[in-house]
Structures are given as structure tokens and as C-alpha cells.
């Protein structure tokens, strides 16, 4: 089915203001988080010796994770200015659609709309999943529980889609009362969705005890605060261009109505 201009237009939108995001976000993951990498890369490398073996070492031939390393941490970390930028493309793509699809059932527009779904899809795609399975830094989780942990993950994002449309369907179904009444229950809604689908999905807990205390905080607030910088950049971003739109197309209409 052709697409609309009005959808290519937010289209367009959603896709230039993901680029922004992912590559503001990759800068904070480059300074903030990467340090952290660093460090928690080096604490795996200094225990793999002890887990090995010397005598193994030595039949492989010197083994080490910079051998066995495709890319290098240098390249790692140019890399991800890449693979964020594409990726904030494709959410600001998927964001667009669902922006477009909302303003159909909204009472809200322009960038009040737009900073509403992107606070929206943060806490569903970002905040619930985080705060049940924060996210480890490297040297930290067993190999062999990856997949059950990333299903795991998934069901954390679907419990936080389901908690956001409980949160939203709960604050339209007042729309009758006042606005501080709906925003409660809105907000009730979403708590408990959440509390339940918590006390429901299992606990995943793979930190040893001699892991840095204070380094696995500091990562995991940095995972935090480079994945809220992707999404308040996208909305902030797409917002503007909204707004930016709407007022270069209003002197155009005044002239309309003046000429009338």
C-alpha cells in the first residue's frame, strides 16, 4: 500500500531524528560507558589465567581474549557510533509509525505528542526491562544462560508494552474525570501490571562476590544513562522537527486566510 506524504513525512522525521539520537547516545556510551567496559574486561582477563591453567595456555599457544577478539576494543568502540546511529534510525523509523498511528485516537499533537509516546516507549522498551534484569558488564553471567536470559529479557519488554497499554487504556477510560484523577490511575495501572509480571518472571541474579560492588553501579547507570539519552534525544529531536514544520507552514496559511 502507497504510503502517504504525511507518512513519509514523519517517516522521513522519525528516521533523521534517530540518527541524532543513536549518535548522542554513542557518545555517552563512548565516554561514560566504555571506561567501564575497560575495567570490567581487564578483571575477566586477570581471573582467566586462574580458570585455565597455565599448562592450558601454554597448548593453545598463548591463548588470551585479545586473540581470540575479531574486532578491536579500539574498533569497538568506533563501531558502535555506527551501529547506534542505525539503530536510532530504526527506532525513529518504528517510533514515526506508532506516533502516526496515535495521533488518530490522541486528544494530543504536535510535540506534546511526541514527547508523550517517546516518555511512553522509554519506560516500556527501556525502564521495566532494566529495572527487573539490569543490564552486566563483561566477566559477569554464565555463557551457557545467554539465550535464557535474552527470552527472558523479551518478556520483560512485552510485560513493559502490556504495562504502558494498561497505564494508557486506564487514563483514557476516565476521560470524564479530572486530569489529575486520570493521571493517577494511569500511572496506578502501570505500577501494578508491572509489580505482577515481576513477581511473576524469575529472578536472575549471576554476579560473583568478589565483583566490584562499586563498578557494576557505575555500569549499570551508565547502560541506563546511555539508553535514556537514545530516547530522550529521539523524542526531543523529533519533537523540534515537528514544531519546526508546523510553524514554517503557518505564515503560509495566515496568507491563505488573509487573501481570502
Sequence with gaps: MPLTDSLKTLLLR??????????????????VGEPRIDAA??????????EH????????????HGDEAEVSRSGQKAGQFLALGLAGMAFGALFALAINLARRFSTLSGPRLVLTGAVLAW????????????????????????NDRTWLWVAAVVLGLLAVTAGVAAYRALASQ?????????????????TVGYLVLPGVNEVADDFPASLLWEF???SLAQTATLWASLGLAFAALTEFASRRSTPVAEQVATAG
Design 14 to 31: 522519525g528516521l533523521l531524528a534517530g540518527l541524532i539520537a543513536g549518535l548522542l547516545a554513542a557518545s555517552v556510551g563512548y565516554f
Design 41 to 50: 574486561i581487564a578483571i575477566e582477563e586477570a581471573a582467566a589465567p586462574a
Design 53 to 64: 591453567g597455565h599448562g592450558e595456555e601454554e597448548a593453545t599457544g598463548g591463548h588470551s
Design 123 to 146: 519506560a516500556a522498551i527501556v525502564a521495566v526491562p532494566f529495572f527487573k534484569y539490569p543490564a552486566n558488564p563483561p566477566a559477569v553471567g554464565d555463557p551457557d544462560t545467554i
Design 178 to 194: 479530572l486530569g489529575t484523577v486520570r493521571l493517577i490511575a494511569g500511572v496506578a495501572a502501570f505500577v501494578l501490571v508491572t
Design 220 to 222: 549499570r547507570v551508565a
